[in-house]
């Protein structure tokens, strides 16, 4: 493993850190030593990264090639753009549509920032001029059938969302040359954009940190409704949305000052430095969805390796002590992918770690390229910062690979996100120590997510499987992340781990860079069940789609009560032949009459196992479909019934309430005893802490 860091001294960030000897120190003071060895190992990291594959792994509909310009102290970027893009629909297109989602920090009248005084702790109102942020094409071209064509004039911005009049996040573009079904448009841009103070993502921070992520005008994706209609998919830009773009090839090459380390998806091809003090690099990947950069003078840099994939983190000074977590958690991350949902196709990963003061570019994921975020010190049994890098880098997957409709669906990347980097983490540190283990405190990932969602005020508010723009900004995340994981993980209790992987492995290898729908996924799981269970849980699985995606139905099951009775028999008044009555005394029957009685108390069916124990420690599991508002289990016998537990494995974590689920006759002390012990503990240690200042 090797730690590079390079800068000027006037960022305060010139060393070497790392396995470098000091010899090689005193070498590399010289700057024509230091291009030397930079230029060394870049062509080094350029052997290890071969972006190209044959053949493709996508359609490749939209390409893109620029060269890009930073001016790092005015913040700006002036950069030429060429697009080719393929018309893969039935349609002949007068028109395209462009993201521009710069901005959407132009001002507080956008869609994004309408309504919001305050953001992560920024005050809109106190943001100086030279912190708003926007993006201009400059000058925009089509190559049609007589050359060159100027489209200045057809250039205008549209709001297919709101009819926002001052949001500027979607442009459409009217073509002089129409291009046909199967016709390749060539298109070239100059824009200009200036990048914002950061308010969410991209945008620069203090000390020349900058994230250019959805930073150029890039095309909406031209495809058919769920209706069968086709159309522009080119959504403005919403504060509970995320991005949707089609599969191509990036080439982009930037000149900066060369005080700055950069980073960015795919492989660095090309590289030099040049004497008025800039830097040219030339980055390149295939087959994905989007491309993202960064560029910081104090960036520390870490490489390894695994199955040939190049992993290479980009970490502040200040963090870099938590270099080897990040490391071993992006290689738990592949390695577990690989077995259970498929091969990563890319030769390379690159994770960006900001500094403390950039926070707001962290948490994201772009192709071959995370954000995540951290601070100095971070105990190792609090696994937040390994969880970051799980979820992001599922992202590569249902984000990237798949690339389902984030904006519309956000449930099939984020739900399924948050139940891989649940399955991730859980099986490295323990299902009850995956998300923390902090003095005898411990809990697991998985039920972290649970709690999430089942300890929502109000778990009926929305519905996940809405538009993100459409959801409850307070419940977002609760819906789409924690109940759909939660949901899932709930199928893979019912259903058992293998049928559960061989789901995720044929859903990825057949739907991989085809952009996926909910109904694409449902009908995979149906497929492999049927195959699998036949008709053990139903016709199909759409019962737990319709109950828990597409409605706000909620789960709570619980044991109403545990009865044992020993009946009398022949007891009470007796009607005789001759009219009269008669009272016999009567007596008790031998055996008892043992019933648990079981409620429904939400509307949402799932089946269940109901395990029940006798007194003399024999147990008797029962299935119930779990469709009855009101359940009787009944046993004629000599021994009692001592308890009785609704799914007793815990497979149906959508249920709400778990204390529910059990009831006995014999309260065991073992749980109170724990607590108290631990609340000892803890006292004592308090006391003779207090005692030792005293």
């Not at 199955?307 to 977590?325: G, M």
């Not at 057949?510 to 729908?517: C, D, N, T």
């Not at 508002?629 to 009692?640: D, H, I, W």
């Amino acid at each position: 493993m090797l730690s590079l860091r390079t800068g000027k001294a006037s960022h305060d960030c010139v060393y070497l850190s790392g396995r470098i000897t000091a010899f090689m120190l005193a070498t590399l003071m010289k700057r024509s030593f230091l291009v030397i060895f930079l230029f060394a190992i870049s062509q080094s990291i350029q052997g290890q990264c071969d972006p190209e594959f044959s053949p493709s792994l996508s359609p490749r509909i939209a390409n893109y090639e620029m060269h890009v310009d930073l001016d790092h102290e005015a913040k700006m970027i002036e950069a030429k753009e060429h697009i080719t893009w393929i018309n893969s629909s039935p349609d002949t297109l007068e028109e395209i549509r462009m993201y521009m989602y710069l901005n959407a920090f132009k001002n507080t009248s956008t869609t994004f920032l309408h309504g919001i005084g305050n953001m992560f702790g920024d005050d809109m109102s106190k943001r100086q001029p030279h912190e708003w942020g926007w993006i201009e094409v400059n000058e925009v071209s089509q190559k049609g059938s007589e050359g060159i064509i100027s489209l200045e004039d057809q250039k205008a911005y549209i709001q297919p969302d709101d009819g926002n009049p001052h949001d500027q996040s979607v442009l459409q573009i009217k073509l002089t040359d129409a291009v046909l079904p199967g016709d390749t448009l060539l298109l070239n841009l100059n824009f200009t954009a200036k990048m914002p103070k950061t308010v969410v993502r991209s945008g620069y921070s203090k000390d020349d940190f900058f994230l250019f992520v959805h930073w150029f005008p890039q095309l909406g994706v031209y495809e058919q409704d769920t209706a069968g209609n086709w159309g522009w998919n080119c959504h403005q830009f919403h504060r509970s949305t995320e991005f949707y773009s089609d599969f191509g090839t990036y080439e982009v090459t930037i000149k900066a000052a060369d005080h700055l380390v950069l980073g960015a998806s795919g492989c660095l091809m090309e590289e030099s430095y040049h004497d008025d003090g800039t830097i040219l690099r030339t980055y390149y990947v295939e087959d994905v969805i989007d491309f993202a950069w960064t560029a910081y003078p104090c960036f520390d840099i870490f490489e390894e390796e695994w199955n040939d994939i190049q992993i290479r983190l980009l970490i502040p000074q200040e963090h870099s002590h938590l270099a080897d977590r990040y490391l071993l958690s992006m290689r738990q991350s592949l390695e577990y992918l690989h077995e259970h949902v498929g091969p990563y196709p890319y030769p390379i990963i690159t994770i960006m770690d900001p500094p403390v003061h950039a926070l707001r570019s962290g948490m994201m994921e772009y192709p071959t390229f995370i954000t995540c975020g951290s601070f100095a010190q971070i105990p190792e049994g609090l696994r937040s910062l390994e969880g970051l890098v799980a979820h992001e880098f599922c992202h590569q997957y249902f984000m990237g690979m798949l690339a389902s409709n984030e904006k519309e669906e956000a449930w099939l990347d984020e739900g399924l996100v948050t139940y891989f980097e649940d399955r991730i983490i859980d099986h490295y540190y323990g299902e009850k120590g995956g998300y923390y283990d902090l003095w005898g405190y411990r809990s697991g990932n998985k039920e972290k997510t649970r709690t999430e969602y089942t300890g929502m005020p109000n778990p009926k508010i929305g519905i996940g499987a809405l538009p993100g723009w459409e959801l409850d900004r307070n419940s977002y995340k609760q819906l789409v992340y924690a109940k759909t994981a939660t949901t899932l993980h709930s199928l893979q209790g019912i259903l058992g781990d293998e049928t559960t992987d061989i789901i995720f492995q044929r859903y990825f290898e057949q739907w991989k860079f085809k952009h996926p729908r909910g109904g694409d996924f449902i009908a995979v799981v149906n497929e492999v069940v049927k195959e699998r269970h036949g008709d053990q849980f139903g016709e199909n699985m759409d019962w737990l789609f319709e109950q828990c995606i597409y409605d706000t139905k909620v789960c709570d099951y619980a044991v109403d009560g545990i009865f044992n009775v020993r009946y009398a028999s022949g007891q009470g008044i007796f009607d005789q032949e001759n009219g009269g009555k008669v009272y016999q005394s009567g007596k008790l029957d031998e055996q008892l009459t043992s019933t648990v009685t079981l409620v429904r108390l939400g509307e949402l069916i799932f089946p269940l196992d109901v395990e029940i124990v006798f007194k003399d420690g024999s147990k008797k599991t029962e299935y119930w479909s779990g469709v009855e508002r009101k359940k009787e289990f009944s046993y004629l016998g000599s021994v009692p019934i001592v308890s009785a537990h609704i799914d007793p494995q815990q497979k149906v974590l959508m249920d709400l309430n778990l204390l529910n689920n059990s009831k006995t006759l014999q309260p065991s002390k073992a749980v109170r005893n724990k607590y108290v012990i631990k609340s000892i503990f803890w006292i004592q240690t308090l006391l003779q802490t207090f005692g030792n200042i005293i």
